[in-house]
Structure formats: C-alpha cells, structure tokens
C-alpha cells in the first residue's frame, strides 16, 4: 500500500483545512487509518485514527470539537477534516494505514503503511 497526505499549507489562526490521504496498490478498506503530526525535535503523536468501518473513531483531546476523521472506502481515500485551526497545530502531518482495521489504533507502531508527510502551518 502506497499512502499520500496532501492538502496542508500555510492558514490563519481561525481558518479551516482538509488533509486527505490517497492510497493506491491496495485497496484500504480493511485496513484502520490513522493521522499523526510531528514537530521538529519531537516524537510523531497520533491526532486522529479510524477503523475501516468507520463506526470508530478516535481523536486526541486537544484536536476533539475541532478535527474529523472520515474516510471513503469506494474511493480509496481518507480524510482529515480541521477547523478552528490553532498556532499549536503546527506540524508536519502523516497518514498511516493498519491492517488490522477493526481496531483504531493509536501508536505509530501499530502502523505498517505510512504517507510522506504535509505540512500544515497555522500563524497567529
């Protein structure tokens, strides 16, 4: 499975972006997505994680009431859905794929499959 995180870019304090996640040479709609952003000098943190389903789904307190998680299995994607963007959400951010889809997982080890990484710059 090959993963690519795209829609980031450079926003204000207050404004809204959607990441989404492409996946190709597999089909994901077994598999747990996760989205995991990382500063420089720090370990990569777990924002957001669904199950394949989507009946399940996670998010970490300091993105709930403003981030979503969705995914659309038909089209091989997932997404990331951030409102009320925040100077604190900074960071580079990755999509992750887990076979084992009826869990969301929360741990970057947990991941097998990983998406290079876009950045999302939100000034004040």
């Known amino acids: 499975v090959q993963l690519q995180a795209f829609g980031g870019g450079l926003v204000q304090a207050g404004d809204s972006l959607r990441l989404s996640c492409a996946a190709s040479?597999?089909?994901?709609?077994?598999?747990?997505i996760g989205w995991f952003r990382q500063v420089p000098g720090k370990d990569r943190d777990v924002v957001a994680a669904?199950?394949?389903?989507?009946?399940?789904?996670y998010c970490t307190d300091s993105v709930k009431g403003r981030f979503t998680i969705s995914r659309d299995n038909d089209k091989n994607m997932a997404y990331l859905q951030m409102n009320n963007l925040k100077p604190e959400d900074t960071a580079l951010y990755y999509c992750?794929?887990?076979?084992?889809?009826?869990?969301?997982?929360?741990?970057?080890?947990?991941?097998?499959?990983w998406g290079q990484g876009t950045q999302v710059t939100v000034s004040s």
């Open positions: 669904i199950s394949w389903s989507g009946s399940t789904t």
């Open positions: 040479g597999q089909e994901i709609r077994h598999y747990a």
């Open positions: 992750a794929a887990d076979p084992w889809g009826s869990k969301v997982p929360t741990s970057v080890s947990e991941y097998d499959y």
